[in-house]
């Protein structure tokens, strides 16, 4: 299944220059995992500290940094994805299913922290936000959350 993933850099020299590839990769991995047979499009935004701080006040009123933010475009039901009721891209009819931000510096940060390096932080932060665009949240310590990370776990090959 072709997908189409747009991976831009608000800021520039931030390094990590497999971080497009392996977002792209982790995109698929999530949209097979959740069994999506239509090509999709998603666009994720790579910034810093200061720029997803900046979205996440404007969007969220949390005035503060974090890892990643999705902007599900469609209100899907975690884990009964239907293409007929996203928005499609009228030039190729691909199911339009959100925007993503995620900060690189905070992303290298984190892998180091867990002991597992920037490259499975970056596809983790991917998978976790692909979820969302489709319906998944983690809202509370409940079963949403649960289900949510159970479906991390999978995808990311954990279980």
Known sequence: ?????????????????NAAALIKKAVKMALDAEGVDVPCLVSVMLTDEEGIRRVNTEFRGVDSATDVLSFPLNELQPGEF?????????ETDAVMLGDMMISLPRCAAQGEDFGHGFEREIMYLTVHSVLHLLGYDHVDEGPMKAQMR??????????
Do not use: F, Q, T, W
């Not at 479906?151 to 279980?159: C, N, V």
């Open 150 to 159: 159970a479906r991390e776990k999978s995808i990311m090959g954990d279980e």
């Open 1 to 17: 299944m072709e997908h189409e993933v747009y991976v831009s850099r608000e800021v520039k020299n931030l390094g990590h220059n």
């Open 82 to 90: 239907d293409p007929e009721l996203c928005e499609h891209d009228p």
